[in-house]
């Protein structure tokens, strides 16, 4: 069975965004499509593994929505479902204190 949980925190980080960032509901709704249809997020989302145990989601699973917009989650694979935690730039999700230079306007 197909099951998306999507923290209270991507919510939040979703309906910021989608002021700032044209199509980003309909770019989400197709990656999750895919994933459902396929069982995976294709390799032109670059998804991979945060395994710099220096950083935050250390271990989770992150995908490039745009070019720095990121979607941070996690697979429960026994399940065939997704964890959405985080949406946001790198640097507001990896180095929040420099966030507010670096965001997208």
Do not use: C
Request: aromatic fraction near 12%; proline fraction near 5%; charge should be negative.
């Amino acid at each position: 069975m197909n099951h998306i949980k999507v923290e209270r925190s991507f919510e939040k980080d979703v309906k910021r965004w989608k002021k700032k960032v044209l199509g980003l509901q309909e770019e989400l709704q197709d990656v999750l499509e895919i994933y459902f249809e396929k069982g995976y997020i294709p390799d032109s989302y670059n998804p991979h593994l945060l395994d710099n145990p220096s950083l935050p989601y250390y271990g989770d699973m992150e995908f490039h929505l745009f070019d720095d917009l990121f979607v941070v989650y996690v697979e429960i694979s026994k399940r065939n479902s997704i964890r959405l935690i985080r949406l946001g730039t790198h640097a507001e999700l990896f180095h929040p204190t420099t966030s507010n230079k670096n965001s997208l306007n």
